[in-house]
């Protein structure tokens, strides 16, 4: 099942991976015994299966949180295979997911109470969603890790249940001719899983539902944000050499105070995309994610222009509401590659229209910043 739907990974414009997902190497782990949610082992006609609990430890919340800050991402997965929860029989249900560890901790979860297999696919630490789109969730996986596995020894059924967001990846008939399994789509939701399988396998209208709520929003901003703090340190150094220029060449005392208000400014914008425009996301103007952003930046621009009026010449102020838009728009144009609406094509439309304008914008606000004191 797919757990969380907690981002897509559409090539978000910084270019970094998307907060959902996890590195690109190929899996290379063996099941270990020792891993902390393995209590076991269940005999089966294949060999000794690994057998899971559904207990989210101290260590499972510690590694969750460090992966939404951008820490040890790359390496937060499970090795694939087969894995039990409860005691599962040969008519017990299959499960497949990503090795994504995250995704993986929900699914176990959200299955609680359940007798169940656990078919774990090597999607190199990346999430259901985003691993169908990059082609790690597809057809030639399941075929793999079904063969590997030895599952038509384990069970008596030939049914696979496949998240719902790893259906773009995943062809049906693919996987029936290459292993014998049937494929069936389960609901978004991991949490959902108990009521589909009470129903006959049959999903509601509301698990088929795709939503982006504003904890979903938000739970992407931290690696946003965290993302941003290395360019953002670099940028911060040349504003304030370049808000120590002036008619006397450079002044120490001009690169500080204009310094201050540059990087503020610059911090503004990255919280205005990151955290302004995912809160607000309904009900800002527009569909496209890059012209949300620049409105919340251009409107905190403005508030703060207003709020600090005389304290900065008007090129230095319309050069900070420009840097605001376009920083604020850049950061918010990241969410595209994570929201349920949005396509890889898409994507890619809205960058090939919006980037142009953010570096215009930008340019200009350097040549405002930069020329103002020469204008006083």
């Known amino acids: 099942m797919s757990g969380e739907k907690s981002g897509g990974c559409c090539?978000?414009?910084?270019?970094?991976?998307?907060?959902?997902?996890?590195?690109?190497?190929?899996s290379k782990a063996v099941i270990r015994y020792e891993e902390t949610f393995v209590d076991g082992k269940v005999e089966t006609p294949a060999g000794p299966i690994p057998r899971v609990h559904s207990r989210i430890g101290s260590r499972d919340l510690l590694g969750r949180w460090k992966v939404r800050w951008g820490i040890g991402r790359?390496?937060?997965?499970?090795?694939?295979?087969?894995?039990?929860?409860?005691?599962?029989?040969?008519?017990?249900?299959?499960?497949?997911?990503?090795?994504?560890?995250?995704?993986f901790d929900v699914v176990r979860r959200d299955a609680a109470g359940l007798d169940a297999w656990i078919l774990v696919l090597d999607t190199r630490g990346i999430n259901v969603w985003c691993a169908a789109g990059e082609g790690t969730f597809g057809t030639g996986e399941v075929i793999r890790r079904v063969t590997e596995a030895r599952l038509?020894?384990?069970?008596?059924?030939?049914?696979?249940?496949?998240?719902?967001?790893?259906?773009?990846?995943?062809?049906?008939?693919?996987?029936?001719?290459?292993?014998?399994?049937?494929?069936?789509?389960?609901?978004?939701?991991?949490?959902?899983?108990?009521?589909?399988?009470?129903?006959?396998?049959?999903?509601?209208?509301?698990?088929?539902?795709?939503g982006f709520p504003t904890m979903d929003r938000l739970v992407l901003t931290p690696v946003e944000i965290a993302g941003a703090l290395r360019p953002a340190g670099w940028a911060a150094v040349v504003l304030f050499l370049l808000s120590g220029v002036g008619p006397g060449f450079f002044?120490?005392?001009?690169?500080?105070?204009?310094?201050?208000?540059?990087?503020?400014?610059?911090?503004a914008g990255i919280l205005a995309g990151g955290v302004v425009t995912p809160v607000l996301l309904p009900w800002l103007p527009g569909r496209a994610f890059s012209v949300k952003g620049g409105l919340a930046g251009g409107g905190l621009a403005a508030c703060a222009a207003m709020w600090y009026r005389g304290a900065l010449d008007p090129p230095g102020a319309l050069a900070l509401l420009l840097a605001m838009t376009a920083v604020s728009s850049f950061f918010a144009m990241n969410f595209t590659g994570a929201t349920p609406f949005t396509s890889p094509s898409g994507v890619?439309?809205?960058?090939?229209?919006?980037?142009?304008?953010?570096?215009?914008l930008t340019v200009l606000a350097g040549l405002l910043w930069?020329?103002?004191p020469f204008l006083r």
């Open 152 to 210: 038509a020894e384990v069970v008596r059924h030939r049914t696979l249940i496949l998240p719902q967001l790893g259906a773009p990846g995943v062809a049906a008939h693919e996987v029936r001719k290459g292993c014998g399994f049937s494929v069936v789509y389960g609901p978004v939701r991991a949490r959902e899983i108990r009521s589909f399988l009470e129903a006959g396998m049959k999903a509601s209208p509301a698990m088929r539902r795709v």
């Open 11 to 26: 090539a978000p414009p910084s270019g970094n991976a998307s907060p959902c997902c996890g590195g690109g190497s190929p």
């Open 348 to 360: 890619e439309k809205e960058m090939r229209r919006a980037l142009p304008v953010q570096a215009g």
């Open 251 to 267: 002044s120490l005392g001009a690169a500080w105070e204009r310094g201050l208000a540059a990087v503020a400014a610059l911090a």
């Open 74 to 103: 790359d390496r937060y997965r499970v090795a694939p295979g087969l894995y039990a929860l409860g005691a599962p029989g040969a008519d017990a249900p299959v499960l497949v997911t990503a090795n994504y560890k995250l995704t």
């Open 370 to 372: 930069v020329g103002g």
